[in-house]
C-alpha cells in the first residue's frame, strides 16, 4: 500500500522550504525568524520539533514508530549492553571533551575526528538557508547524520535539539529523490560542552523529531554510571550507521527499479505481521498511536493501536462473550512497543448512546472481575454501544488483579480519577466499580433527562 495523498507531501515541502529561516535563527524563542514567532505559524503546522501539550504535538505519531533504525537508537541508548570497544571510545571522547575549547570550532573538529576515526564517515559543513551545520553526513542523497555543537550548554542563545533538527527537514525538504521513497531517517547529535543527546528525525506529512536518549556527560567520571550512558550512546551510533548506509543504498537501488514507495510514508512502518491474516493497510488516522485499516485477506475493517503495554488475556476475556472487539493480533516492535489489530468498532460511545444498556455493561465488569482480571481505565470514551449491547476498548492498563498498576505520568489534569488511582499504584477492583458506577449514574440522569 503505497502513501495516501504524495501530492500533499510534496506540495507542504516545497512550502515549508520556502518559509524556513536560518536554523540558527529558528532555534531561537525570541525573534522574527524564532520558532515560536507568530509569523512563522503557518510553518509550525509542518514541523514538531518541540513536544510539548498543545493538540499539534499530541497528535503527532512517535518518531519510533515512523522508522525502526531510530526506533533501535531509543532503545540501545537505554537497553544496550556496551562493548568493550565501546566502552574505549567513550573514555576516549570523555578525555577529550572535558577538556575546556577556545571555542565551537574546535570542539566541533575535535568532536568530528574522534567520530570519524572510530566510526570511518566523513562530515562536512552542509549549507542550508544560509546557515551551516555543525557536521552532516550525507550519502547517496540521504542525510545519516547531522551534528550540532555549542561550546558549552547555553552558548548561541538557541535550543540546540530544535537547531539540529531544521536542519535534517532543511534536507528533507530539498531532498526529493529520496523524499519521494522514505521518511528521510536522520540520526542527531547535540553537543553542548561536555554533553551529548542523540534525536531522531523523520518527514513524513510533516517534519518530525523526538529525542532518542538523555543529555548525557562526557566528563571523566570512570566509576559513574554516567559514562555507562555514554557508551550506551555510543553503541548505539556504532549499530545505527550502518544500517543507515544500507538503507539509503537499497533506497538508491530502488529508484532504480520502481516509481512508487514500498509503504505508506505517513504511517507507522509496521504494516505486517506473523498469522493468517497478513499485512495492515492504513486508511486513516484516528489519533497519534491509533490508525484505521485493512487487511489484505479479509474484508471489512479493523484498528490498529501501537502502545507500550497490553493485556491480551483481558481482552479476549470480554471478546470471547461478546463485550470487547475481536482480537486479529498482537506483534512485538523495537523499543517495547506493540502493534493490536483488532476489529474495527462503528457503534457510539457511552456518552451519545441515546439508550445506555446498563445491565450488559455490568455483566462485562462483573465477568471480568470474576476471571481475575482490573481493566482500570473504564471512562466513558472506552465504552462502545451497538444497540443493546457494549463493546469495551483499551486494555493497555489492564491486567491480573493485585499485579497491575497504574501507568506513569497520568492525566490528573483532565480527569478526575478514583481514590487510591495514582501513578505506579496497584489497580484495584474498586476503581473500576467507581466508574461503573458514574457510567450507570448518568445512563439514570439521561434516562430522566429523556422522559
Known amino acids: 500500500m503505497f502513501i495516501a495523498n504524495p501530492a500533499g507531501r510534496e506540495e507542504i515541502a516545497a512550502r515549508a522550504n520556502k518559509k524556513l529561516p536560518s536554523p540558527s535563527s529558528f532555534a531561537k524563542p525570541s525573534g522574527e525568524g524564532g ?45 544496550a549492553t556496551p562493548t568493550d570497544a565501546d566502552c574505549k571510545f567513550a573514555g576516549l571522547v570523555a578525555s577529550a571533551m572535558s577538556q575546556a575549547f577556545v571555542d565551537e570550532e574546535q570542539r566541533m573538529q575535535t568532536f568530528w575526528q574522534l567520530l570519524e576515526d572510530e566510526f570511518n564517515v566523513t562530515f562536512q559543513r552542509a549549507k542550508y538557508h544560509k546557515a551551516e551545520t555543525g557536521g552532516s553526513f550525507i550519502h547517496l542523497g540521504g542525510m545519516l547524520v547531522n551534528i550540532e555543537v555549542k561550546n558549552e550548554i547555553g552558548s548561541g542563545g538557541g535550543a540546540i535539539h530544535v537547531q539540529n533538527a531544521a536542519y535534517a527537514a532543511a534536507h528533507a525538504f530539498q531532498a526529493k529523490k529520496v523524499r519521494g521513497k522514505s521518511v528521510c531517517p536522520t540520526l542527531l547529535i547535540e553537543l553542548a560542552g561536555p554533553n551529548m543527546s542523540l534525536s531522531g528525525a523523520v518527514y513524513t506529512d510533516m517534519a518530525l523529531c523526538d529525542q532518542l536518549s538523555p543529555m548525557v556527560s562526557l566528563l571523566w567520571q570512570p566509576h559513574s554510571r554516567l559514562m555507562v550512558q555514554a557508551a550506551r550512546c555510543f553503541a548505539a551510533i556504532r549499530n545505527a550507521l550502518p544500517s543507515l548506509r544500507s538503507f539509503y543504498e537499497a533506497l538508491d537501488q530502488q529508484a532504480l527499479e520502481q516509481q512508487e514507495p514500498t509503504r505508506q510514508l505517513e504511517y507507522p512502518y509496521k504494516t505486517s505481521f506473523v498469522g493468517p491474516h497478513g499485512t495492515a493497510q492504513h486508511h486513516e488516522k484516528l489519533s497519534r498511536t491509533c490508525f484505521k485499516a485493512t487487511l489484505d485477506s479479509q474484508e471489512g475493517l479493523v484498528l490498529v493501536k501501537f502502545c507500550k503495554s497490553y493485556s491480551k488475556d483481558a481482552h479476549t476475556c470480554l471478546s470471547s462473550h461478546g463485550y470487547a472487539p475481536n482480537l486479529v493480533a498482537i506483534a512485538s516492535l523495537t523499543d517495547g512497543w506493540l502493534m493490536v489489530v483488532m476489529e474495527f468498532v462503528t457503534g457510539c460511545l457511552w456518552d451519545e448512546a441515546p439508550q445506555k444498556p446498563v445491565a450488559t455493561l455490568q455483566a462485562a465488569v462483573h465477568l471480568l472481575h470474576q476471571a481475575g482480571f482490573v481493566h482500570g481505565d473504564l471512562r466513558s470514551n472506552n465504552i462502545f454501544v451497538l444497540a443493546d449491547s457494549v463493546r469495551v476498548i483499551d486494555f493497555e492498563w489492564a491486567g491480573v488483579m493485585e499485579q497491575s498498576t497504574y501507568p506513569l505520568f497520568m492525566n490528573h489534569i483532565d480527569v478526575t480519577w478514583p481514590d487510591g488511582a495514582k501513578d505506579g499504584q496497584p489497580i484495584k477492583q474498586e476503581h473500576d466499580l467507581w466508574w461503573l458506577k458514574l457510567l450507570c449514574d448518568q445512563a439514570a440522569a439521561s434516562l430522566v433527562a429523556y422522559c
Open 35 to 79: 520558532w515560536t514567532h507568530p509569523k512563522l505559524r503557518e510553518l509550525q503546522q509542518y514541523m514538531c520539533f518541540h513536544r510539548s501539550p498543545h493538540d499539534i504535538d499530541t497528535q503527532t505519531t512517535p518518531v519510533v514508530l515512523l522508522d525502526p533504525i531510530l526506533a533501535q537508537v531509543s532503545h540501545d541508548c537505554e537497553c
